[in-house]
Structures are given as structure tokens and as C-alpha cells.
């Protein structure tokens, strides 16, 4: 997993504790650095100098929050392995009511995420006013790269009779 622009590390600390293995990208990564480790790559990169896209490919999946910066959309998406998940969610037009972010250049506009992640899968799409865990204008999308596969049956269940 890569949770990019990770701040202070919430998402990796979670990506963590449910058995990920995850590479956490800031510029400022002294925060990060505690969770360094076997199953943790931190790695300081300024995603807004130099190459646009330094990260790879083949991530299973990729966690973006509060963060934008628009040149990394094809970027992102196409790092995705097949049936891979992005989960993205920043600030959007609106909240410059509620503090910051305020300037336009660094708030989404309407359904940009579904238009910048169009060739993806969208699994969910929510746009609009958040009170928690602070009032927040949002858009967040959560998408799969390729179709949805079938999910198996649960246990017990694969040989269970077919209604006639």
C-alpha cells in the first residue's frame, strides 16, 4: 500500500495495524520515521518538484487525504495494479467558508475527483459539507482499477444446493 502525502502517519499507522505492508511519502517525514520498519518504507519525497511521478507501479492500493496536487492524478492512477483500490479524499470548493484550505487552487472542484479518476472503477463518490471530524467541505472517491472480480462464497457455502 502507498499512502502518499502521509502527514503524521494516521492512515499508515492503520494500513499497519491491519497487516499491510506500506510505503508512507511526505517531504517532511520526521513523524513517519518511528513507524519505519520491515513492513514500513518511509521515504522523503517533494511530490511537487521534480519528477511527477517517482513512485512506481503495481501498488495494490493508494490512500490520499488532504492533500492536492493535481499534475499527480494520471500519476496515481496509473500506478494502480490490476484490481487494485484508491481511496481519496481533500478538500474541496466551499471550505474556504470553514477555514483552511481557501485559495481555489488547492480546493477540488465539483466532481473533479470522478472526472480525474474516470478510467477507475467508482466504488463510492461523496461530495459536500463533513462536521466531523471538523466542518469541512469534501469530495472523496473510493474506486477499483478493472471490473470487481466475483467474491467468493462464504465458508460453508460452495457446495451449498442452487435454488430450481
Not at 71 to 80: E, S, T, Y
Not at 155 to 163: R, T
Request: one cysteine or more; a negative charge; hydrophobic letters at 45%.
Amino acid at each position: 500500500m502507498l499512502d502518499l502525502a502521509a502527514g503524521g502517519g494516521r492512515h499508515t499507522r492503520m494500513l499497519l495495524d491491519m497487516g499491510f505492508i506500506v510505503d508512507a511519502v511526505d517531504r517532511e517525514v520526521s513523524s513517519l520515521e518511528p513507524l519505519a520498519g520491515p513492513r514500513c518504507r518511509v521515504r522523503a519525497i517533494d511530490l511537487e518538484n521534480g519528477d511527477p511521478w517517482q513512485l512506481g507501479d503495481g501498488w495494490d492500493g493508494i490512500v490520499v487525504t488532504n492533500y492536492l496536487h493535481r499534475p499527480l492524478f494520471p500519476g496515481i492512477a496509473g500506478a494502480l495494479a490490476d484490481g487494485s483500490v484508491l481511496i481519496y479524499e481533500t478538500f474541496a470548493l466551499g471550505n474556504e467558508r470553514f477555514g483552511r484550505p481557501h485559495n481555489p487552487d488547492f480546493l477540488l472542484r465539483p466532481d473533479e475527483l470522478l472526472d480525474a479518476f474516470k478510467a477507475l472503477l467508482v466504488v463510492a463518490f461523496e461530495q459536500g459539507e463533513i462536521t466531523e471530524p471538523r466542518l469541512a467541505f469534501i469530495q472523496r472517491i473510493a474506486t477499483v482499477n478493472g471490473p470487481l472480480g466475483r467474491l467468493p462464497p462464504p465458508d460453508g457455502l460452495d457446495n451449498a444446493p442452487s435454488a430450481a
